[in-house]
């Protein structure tokens, strides 16, 4: 996933204490759309991108299983 560990990268370069997932509505602009569920993530005192990747990646399959069965309930 080509997406997160960019986010990931940057948010480590940055030196930002959290980073997250966000799901948004889809629109013609990108992340331009509503938000409909996010999660955030802590970024801990030396945790590698590769930590980072694999975190951010279960929170989005996580977050997107929630939401498909949110879905499904209705």
Do not use: K, N, Y
Not at 6 to 19: E, I, Q, S, Y
Not at 26 to 33: K, R
Not at 34 to 43: D, F, K, N, T, Y
Not at 49 to 58: E, K, N
């Amino acid at each position: 996933m080509r997406c997160i560990s960019l986010l990931a990268a940057g948010a480590l370069a940055l030196g930002l204490p959290a980073t997250g997932v966000t799901l948004h509505q889809a629109t013609a602009e990108l992340d331009g759309g509503p938000i409909v569920m996010e999660r955030a993530c802590r970024i801990a005192p030396g945790t590698t991108l590769d930590a980072l990747c694999a975190a951010l990646t279960a929170m989005s399959v996580d977050l997107w299983v929630e939401f498909i069965s949110m879905r499904l309930d209705r």
